[in-house]
Nanobody, 121 residues
C-alpha cells in the first residue's frame, strides 16, 4: 500500500505565497515522476507542474515564473512553492506520483486526497 499525503493549502490574499508538500509512504520501491495537478469548480483537472526523479521540471504556462516544484528523493516528498498567487489559482491541488512498489515490476499512478488553495482578498 502507498499513500500520498498533501499539506500546506489554505487561504491567501492575491500576491501572496503558499508552499504545498506531498509525502509518499508505504511499500515503495521507486518513484519516477511526481507532480501537482489542480481542479477548480466546474473545470477539468489540469497539470500544474511535474518533476522527474532526476530533477527535471516542467510547468503549465499559467504558472511559469510563479510556481516552483522540487523534491527530496530521500524523503519521498515533493513540494510546490507558489508565489504571486492569483484568484484564478484557486482550486483543489492534488499530488500525483508514478510509483513502483517494493518487489513490484510495474509502475502506476497514485494520487493524494487533495488540498484546497483559495486566493481571495
Amino acid at each position: 500500500q502507498v499513500q500520498l499525503v498533501e499539506s500546506g493549502g489554505g487561504l491567501v490574499q492575491p500576491g501572496g505565497s503558499l508552499r504545498l508538500s506531498c509525502a509518499a509512504s508505504g511499500s515503495i520501491g521507486s518513484i519516477n515522476a511526481m507532480g501537482w495537478y489542480r481542479q477548480a469548480p466546474g473545470k477539468q483537472r489540469e497539470l500544474v507542474a511535474q518533476i522527474t526523479s532526476g530533477g527535471m521540471a516542467n510547468y503549465a504556462d499559467s504558472v511559469k515564473g510563479r510556481f516552483t516544484i522540487s523534491r527530496d528523493n530521500a524523503k519521498n516528498t515533493a513540494y510546490l512553492q507558489m508565489s504571486s498567487l492569483k484568484p484564478e489559482d484557486t482550486a483543489v491541488y492534488y499530488c500525483n506520483a508514478e510509483i513502483r512498489l517494493r518487489f513490484g515490476t510495474t509502475r502506476r499512478d497514485y494520487w493524494g486526497q487533495g488540498t484546497q488553495v483559495t486566493v481571495s482578498s
